[in-house]
Nanobody
């Protein structure tokens, strides 16, 4: 059974940083595309970043380019999201997800497995 467990969220001030982690188990981790998504209250879940199985290809939403960095450690079966220069509009529940494909997208409908999420709150 595939399991994804996020951690690392919290409350930070504008301009601060956080590193989110997602521990994966129950499948061949390095054969999947992995993504980070976020959902703010009353808004659609949006894909902020994705990374392919080898970690060599990444894609980001325009709103986070230059501030967010997705990475993975296949030896530890762990996905990361480094978030810098946090803004109030980054406040959301952040989810990691896995897609059974070599082809990575940031569309939530393409992903097969989801974690429970970790909350990020940015205050001014």
């Amino acid at each position: 059974q595939v399991q994804l467990v996020e951690s690392g969220g919290g409350s930070v001030q504008v301009g601060g940083s956080l590193r989110l982690s997602c521990a994966a188990s129950g499948y061949t981790y390095n054969s999947y595309c992995m993504g980070w998504f976020r959902q703010a209250p009353g808004k659609e879940r949006e894909g902020v970043a994705a990374i392919n199985n080898s970690g060599g290809t990444t894609t980001y939403a325009d709103s986070v380019k230059g501030r967010f960095t997705i990475s993975k450690d296949n030896a530890k079966n762990t996905l990361y999201l480094q978030i810098n220069s946090l803004k109030p509009e980054d406040t959301a529940m952040y989810y990691c997800a896995a897609r059974r494909s070599w082809f990575c997208t940031r569309s939530k409908n393409d992903y097969n497995y989801w974690g429970q999420g970790t909350q990020v709150t940015v205050s001014s």
